[in-house]
């Protein structure tokens, strides 16, 4: 008997029957709780999720932008929305206005920019959320904060 399972077996292997789709039936129900996990996930809804901005109370100024941020601007709205949506501040730090981008998704880098549009460093965001460790002090240091821009699309 045990021949014959293993002669059938290496001809199904021969064959490419065991290429041929297998279908599962796993139990999806614990039977004390009547859930497949312990946990229960959401049902996925048609409604938008896109995340309303906080109101912060900052103050919006769109009159003191510098050209670099209106390119800036024109090339992040280029693209699909992000969630949570791109925003530009405008602070003071270290004795000089600077412009920070905020971060548009996961594990990447918000950026730092002098009025000039040079790149001075990323303070957030990232693998470890804390940057590229070129200005650790930007959240600490920073003052006179405004919201100059804000994807509302």
Known sequence: MRLSYTLLL?????TGAACSRVDVNTPTNDPNT???HPFSTPAP?????LASLPDN???LD???????I?????KIQSTRQLN???QVYRYEYRGQTVYYETISGADQFSTLYDTAGKVLCHPDGGLTGKGDGNCPDFEKRRTG???VWTDQR
């Open 57 to 59: 109370g900052m103050p």
């Open 70 to 74: 209106n390119n800036r601007i024109q």
């Open 62 to 68: 769109t009159a003191r932008r510098p050209d670099w």
């Open 45 to 49: 809804t048609s409604a938008n999720t």
């Open 34 to 36: 009547g859930l497949a």
């Open 145 to 147: 904060g405004v919201l």
């Open 10 to 14: 290496t001809a199904t292997l021969l």
């Open 84 to 86: 949570p949506p791109a």
